[in-house]
Structures are given as C-alpha cells and as structure tokens.
C-alpha cells in the first residue's frame, strides 16, 4: 500500500524554537490529516487538509499542503513543553490506511 | 464525543496462551481498525474491519486473527501469543470511507508476553 513518509524521525528543540516536519509521498495524496500523540497517549486528530496548496493555522501551528499534493508540512513557531510527542500525518481513505513512523518533538525547557 | 474504548490497559501474557484484545466504540462507526506501536517503527495496521463480520488484512496480519460480531465490537486475538507480539496495540474507529475521514483511537493496551 501507499506509504506517506515523515522527517525527520526525532527533533529536539530549545523552548521557543520553531519546528517543522514534513510528509512525503511518491504519488498525488488524496487529502492529509496530521495526529499527535502526547507521551503515553494515544493518537489525537489535529487537522485536515485537502486542497492543493491549502494552508491552515491552528495558534502557533501552520499545517500546509503542497501544491502538487505530494507533501506536506507541520510548522510550530515558538516550541512550549506542551507541543512534546509525536506527530504522524496520513492520508486516509479506501486503501490508504498507512500512518508514517511519526516525527518525535522533544521540548527542552 | 466519540469514544473508544479498549477493556485492557496493561496485560502480560505467557509464551504460547491466547490474548484477546477488545475494542468498542460508541458512535455507530463503521470503520474499525487494530495497530501496533513499537518505537522506531510508528502505526502498524495489522487488520481492519469496514463492516460486520467483514476483514481486511493490513500491513501485519501474521500471528494475529480478528472478530467483528457486533458492529460497535472489533477483537483483536493471538492464538498463541509469541514475545515479538509484546507491544502496544490501538484500536481505532472512522465513518465508512470517503475522503479524509477522521480517525478515533482508543487508550491503548500494552501487552507484555513473557
């Protein structure tokens, strides 16, 4: 099956820096939705994208959609201790049930 | 809210006994799903279920059988459960397929086979 492919695997970051992760796929994503899991937790949807070039804001982070539908992009300015986890996005449909191994966000204070 | 629930939290098993693992949801989902998490290696599917009595395998399906008797009931079960299946297992729910239906997880259950 299509896999969405996620980088970089681990971040760690100063408080108050931003951080980025990105999704790739080798062919056209129907639509992209991005999931956090806090540590010990369990996956939470965060948001959707489905257009071409679709950019959403959710505080202090940016979710964007690539204008050929290949990639996508988790943006967080200004890191907290709170943004610590996982973040894994997927595309979600008919035979497009794959999650990426996730990008793991750990916030220094 | 939707909820998902798994009946186990934390279970340990013996090398060779049968674990099942259950999952309910509340909202009359028709998607069903059961993953695997080990570090290093994200959401694995395993199986999943589009409606009763109905399975499709996923990524990971050996070692492990599933059961959908009731639409808001998906099991997940080992027959003869091996130490590469201790883990941490996810069920999850969505709506029937269209695009970008949103996925509900439940808790988790972490299975130590020893």
């Known amino acids: 099956g299509q896999q969405v492919m996620q980088i970089p695997q681990y971040q760690h970051v100063q408080e108050g820096e931003d951080f980025t992760t990105y999704c790739n796929s080798s062919?056209?994503?129907?639509?992209i939705q991005w999931y956090k899991q806090r540590p010990g937790g369990h996956p939470v949807f965060l948001i959707q994208?489905?257009?071409?070039?679709e950019v959403k804001k959710q505080k202090r982070l940016t979710f964007q959609f690539g204008e050929a539908k290949k990639n996508s992009s988790l943006h967080i300015t200004a890191t907290q201790t709170t943004d610590v986890g996982t973040y894994f996005c997927t595309q979600t449909g008919a035979n497009n049930l794959f999650f990426g191994t996730g990008t793991r966000l750990t916030v220094i204070p | 809210d939707v909820k998902v629930t798994q009946s186990s939290r934390y279970l340990v098993k013996r090398t060779g006994e049968k674990v099942f693992l259950e999952c309910v949801q509340d909202?009359?989902?028709?998607?069903m799903f059961w993953y695997r998490q080990d570090p290093g290696l994200g959401l694995r599917l395993i199986y999943f279920?589009?409606?009763?009595?109905?399975?499709e395998k996923g990524d990971i399906p050996e070692g492990y059988s599933v059961s959908r008797e009731k639409k808001e009931r998906f099991s997940l079960i080992l027959e003869s459960a091996s130490t590469n299946q201790t883990s941490m297992y996810l069920c999850?729910?969505?709506?029937?397929?269209?695009?970008?239906?949103?996925?509900?997880f439940g808790e988790g259950s972490w299975l130590t086979v020893v």
């Open positions: 994208l489905v257009k071409s070039g």
């Open positions: 279920s589009y409606d009763v009595k109905m399975k």
């Open positions: 999850a729910s969505s709506r029937a397929w269209f695009t970008g239906n949103t996925i509900y």
């Open positions: 909202m009359d989902h028709e998607n």
């Open positions: 062919t056209t994503l129907s639509n």
